[in-house]
């Protein structure tokens, strides 16, 4: 993993881990129900954003060259399941 990548992608789960302790504690406080729902689409938002971080990370340092070798079929193939996930 690239180094900027890394750093990026772990500031911002520091941040979505303190989105959702937040919610956690808005649950047990039995706080109002839309303010939880919006934190907690806040931590969803985050996330999304992380994965694509590292999505973009990993085209950039592995797909890239893996298209030009032996890789290729491969690569694409785990590229093409994580976009699966997504669509589940």
Same mark, same amino acid.
């Given at each position: 993993?690239q180094?900027?990548?890394k750093?990026e @992608?772990?500031?911002?789960?520091k941040?979505?881990?303190?989105h959702?302790? /937040? %919610?956690? +504690? #808005?649950?047990? &406080?039995?706080?109002?129900?839309?303010?939880?729902?919006q934190?907690?689409?806040?931590?969803q938002?985050?996330l999304? @954003?992380?994965?694509?971080?590292?999505l973009?990370?990993?085209?950039?340092? /592995? %797909?890239? +060259? #893996?298209?030009q &070798?032996?890789?290729?079929?491969k690569?694409?193939?785990?590229v093409?399941?994580?976009?699966?996930?997504?669509?589940?």
């Amino acid at each position: 993993m690239q180094t900027y990548v890394k750093r990026e @992608a772990l500031k911002r789960l520091k941040t979505s881990r303190g989105h959702l302790d /937040h %919610v956690i +504690k #808005a649950v047990e &406080g039995e706080k109002y129900c839309i303010d939880i729902l919006q934190q907690s689409l806040a931590v969803q938002s985050a996330l999304r @954003a992380i994965d694509t971080i590292i999505l973009k990370g990993h085209l950039q340092e /592995h %797909v890239s +060259k #893996a298209l030009q &070798g032996k890789d290729k079929e491969k690569s694409l193939r785990e590229v093409v399941e994580v976009f699966e996930k997504v669509r589940r």
